[in-house]
């Protein structure tokens, strides 16, 4: 057997001792005679595995007491309807900030029960760059304003989101959650999809400041309602309970790895490694994301013409390299650098980048 070191955009690379360690597991977890995934959600087992993973997230993310943590069913996109319903009144004005795809996929979702509007774009751009405080339209009676921190797609990420005043600042961190620390009271809310940087699919955490809990937002079934599922533990009905413990078994990898100041480090070690690869290449490689907004995470790159790039995207897959293909509607070459590839992998990539320019270019 041999792993491929994993480049996948999502769902993408877990650890190989998380792996492991759920295949030790599998078929009698803890002596209990069952695989975790065929006992109850509400048995003393599952409540503990639960907690624990509560516990866990919290401190990976220095959660404050003041924040509910959800754990959602369904990915990211769901969370982006719901966060409407729940959040604003009927019409309500709802700011986003567009950098990218996932941003207008947010906004999307939210507007057919509120009034969403567009604070900012980079799109006239080409989505290169992110669109400066200094331009952001923000609205007096907005509910909340959204950002996406990472576009997994577009490959630009904040450095810093910028504060707002107006309203609560609500941020898609799907593809760059615990990925470096980040100081959670500047946000309303936190989601992220888990299967990226956190875990599995299946699964996403929602981070939301209790107070705003309390807000009636609009009708909407219980199943929706982020209140009574904090209320009862984000176990209102049946849980993904595997996703949630491979999310468990992950958080706890990172935290004896170090926590988010290592993943930091490392993050910042293999998107420097490689932009300096394809910033050095003399133009056979091009990133054409603005500097100061590269993401650590996702990383697009364009060889000179898309039969070179389909030529990279076969001849890297049998050099044990997976997940490079860009996503279609960019085109191209995109690796991702989430917190379980190792800084190897991208030393490999690197390694055979130059290799492939040296055949062809
Ligand atoms: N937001 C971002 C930043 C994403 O990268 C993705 C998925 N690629 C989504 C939202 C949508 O996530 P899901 O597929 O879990 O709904």
Do not use: C
Not at 35 to 45: D, P
Not at 75 to 103: C, E, I, K, R, Y
Not at 123 to 150: C, I, K
């Amino acid at each position: 057997m041999s792993r491929a070191f994993n480049f996948s955009a999502g769902p993408a690379a877990l650890p190989e001792p998380v792996l492991r360690r759920a295949q030790e597991e599998l078929l009698d977890w803890h002596g209990t005679g069952a695989s975790i995934v065929e006992l109850s959600h509400r048995g003393a087992e599952f409540m503990q595995v639960a907690a624990q993973t509560e516990t866990d997230l919290r401190a990976l993310l220095s959660i404050p007491d003041d924040y509910a943590v959800l754990f959602t069913a369904g990915g990211a996109t769901t969370q982006q309807a719901l966060m409407a319903l729940n959040f604003a009144a009927p019409g309500q004005a709802v700011d986003f900030v567009v950098s990218g795809h996932w941003s207008k996929v947010a906004m999307k979702q939210a507007a057919p029960y509120v009034d969403a509007r567009i604070a900012a774009s980079s799109e006239a751009g080409g989505f290169r760059d992110l669109p400066p405080r200094a331009q952001w339209t923000l609205s007096p009676d907005a509910a909340y304003v959204h950002v996406t921190a990472n576009e997994t797609i577009h490959g630009v990420e904040f450095v810093d989101i910028p504060a707002v005043d107006n309203a609560p600042l609500f941020a898609d961190f799907s593809s760059s959650i615990a990925s470096e620390p980040v100081d959670v009271s500047k946000f309303g809310l936190i989601y992220a999809g888990a299967q990226k940087n956190l875990g599995p699919v299946g699964i996403g955490v929602l981070i939301v400041r209790r107070d705003l809990l309390e807000r009636a937002g609009q009708p909407r079934a219980n199943i929706f309602n982020y209140a009574s599922q904090a209320a009862s533990d984000s176990m209102l009905n049946t849980p993904p309970t595997w996703n949630w413990y491979l999310l468990g078994l992950n958080l706890r990898w990172m935290l004896d790895e170090g926590g988010v100041a290592e993943f930091a480090r490392r993050s910042e070690r293999k998107s420097r490694t490689l932009y300096a690869a394809i910033d050095g290449s003399g133009g056979f490689y091009r990133n054409e994301v603005a500097p100061a907004a590269r993401s650590r995470m996702n990383v697009p790159f364009f060889l000179p013409d898309a039969e070179l790039d389909a030529r990279f995207v076969a001849e890297s897959r049998a050099a044990g390299m997976i997940g490079l293909k860009g996503h279609k509607a960019v085109g191209g070459i995109r690796a991702s650098l989430y917190n379980a590839v190792p800084t190897e992998a991208v030393d490999v990539l690197v390694g055979f980048m130059r290799d492939f320019q040296n055949r062809h270019g």
